[in-house]
């Protein structure tokens, strides 16, 4: 591949490759970031259906199905929930992929949150069956919160580019 000037250039590059891809986002800490960033990109909406900020439990669970005991035993910030909202975020705009953000933007003493950190996943759909989930944490130690929520939607979008890259061979 040529170079690509950005991970959003890269991933339209990517999406629009033979077989062509349809993306959703679930956003939760990162609040539209992510999003942005996807967008940011003139063609975008040949491949990027939209997304949701889902910030609360009630509107996790209404849209993307998440589910709602496990998820408020952890706050809704786990591997488990991020992989449940990007799955649900595939099913509500019918994409073949999902990517989705959740975490903490800012210290948390009461939940016992030193730094920021985010959980992100990626999932991956072919005719409606999921063939792929992956998920991984990302550290913000001493970020902002404005800090933090760029930089997790950065590496979220680093994430499935990678996983594209992987994907494309």
Not at 54 to 76: I, P
Not at 105 to 110: D, I, L, M, V
Not at 155 to 165: C, T
Request: charge should be positive.
């Amino acid at each position: 591949m040529s170079q690509v000037s950005s991970p959003s250039a890269e991933l339209k590059v990517f999406m629009l490759t033979s077989p062509r891809l349809t993306l959703a986002v679930a956003e939760s800490l990162t609040c539209g970031c992510l999003q942005a960033r996807i967008g940011e990109v003139s063609g975008a909406s040949e491949y990027f259906l939209g997304g949701i900020t889902a910030y609360s439990l009630d509107q996790k669970v209404a849209h993307l199905g998440v589910n709602r005991r496990a998820a408020r035993k952890v706050n809704c910030v786990s591997a488990a929930v991020a992989e449940e909202m990007a799955r649900g975020v595939c099913r509500l705009f019918g994409s073949d992929l999902g990517v989705a953000t959740t975490g903490y933007a800012e210290p948390s003493p009461a939940a016992g949150v030193a730094d920021p950190f985010a959980w992100w996943a990626v999932a991956h759909r072919r005719r409606g069956r999921f063939v792929a989930v992956r998920s991984g944490r990302i550290e913000c130690p001493g970020a902002s919160r404005v800090d933090a929520q760029r930089f997790v939607a950065d590496g979220a979008l680093a994430e499935l580019v990678a996983y594209l890259r992987d994907l494309r061979g």
